[in-house]
Structures are given as structure tokens and as C-alpha cells.
């Protein structure tokens, strides 16, 4: 299905909205602060952050592996099964959780908090 126009009372004439064959909605030609009330560059800094503390335990859990083995008389594949086992979990959630928001079948704050 092709892009549709909307027209609406409330656009100018250099503002407009498409609705994809999913049925979301972009406004084109409204400024980025307009629609998020911030600047575009939020939408970049945000998700950075948030990456950046998930880093702190990843990196974390990598600087640590040695004084699991230790403690715990793990080998090396044995504490890197840790890992492994919360990446697989950490990707499975991400995919269901994001085709049921496309679905609306959840909002998008619902599929966020469920892929986090």
C-alpha cells in the first residue's frame, strides 16, 4: 500500500501528514521541536544514555569473569554461560516485543518497558 496524504484543518500549507500502509502517522515539514517539545538531538543523546548504562554492567560482568572463576572454581565457559544465556534472553524479548507494538497490540511504552 502507498503512502496517503492526510489533510488536516490544522496543517499549513508546507506542513503535512502520511499515513503508511501500517497506519502510523508522520508529520512532514513540522519542526522537531514542535512534535517532542526538545530539540532533535534529544532523540540522539537519550538512547546513548541508555546504552551507556547497560554498557557499565556488560563491561562490568567482563572485568569481573576472573574473580568469578576464582570464587567460584567456574571455568571460562562456565561464566561466560551467564552472559550468554541474558543476551539470548535480552534479543528474544526485543522482536516480540516490537511486532506486538507494530500490531498495536501494546504501546509503545508497554513494548519499551517489556524489551528493557
Do not use: C
Not at 39 to 65: H, K, N, Q, T
Request: glycine share 10%; proline share 4%.
Amino acid at each position: 500500500m502507498e503512502p496517503r496524504l492526510v489533510e488536516g484543518d490544522a496543517l499549513t500549507s508546507t506542513e503535512r501528514e502520511i499515513v503508511d500502509s501500517n497506519g502510523r502517522v508522520y508529520r512532514v515539514g513540522v519542526p522537531a521541536e514542535e512534535i517532542l517539545g526538545r530539540p532533535r538531538s534529544w532523540m540522539m543523546w537519550l538512547p546513548w544514555l541508555a546504552m551507556m548504562g547497560v554498557s557499565v554492567f556488560e563491561y562490568g560482568y567482563g572485568a569481573a569473569e576472573a574473580s568469578l572463576e576464582d570464587v567460584h572454581g567456574w571455568s571460562l565457559s562456565e561464566a561466560f554461560w551467564l552472559v550468554s544465556i541474558w543476551t539470548v534472553f535480552q534479543a528474544g524479548v526485543a522482536f516480540p516485543a516490537g511486532r506486538l507494538r507494530e500490531k498495536g497490540v501494546v504501546s509503545a511504552r508497554t513494548a519499551m518497558l517489556a524489551g528493557a
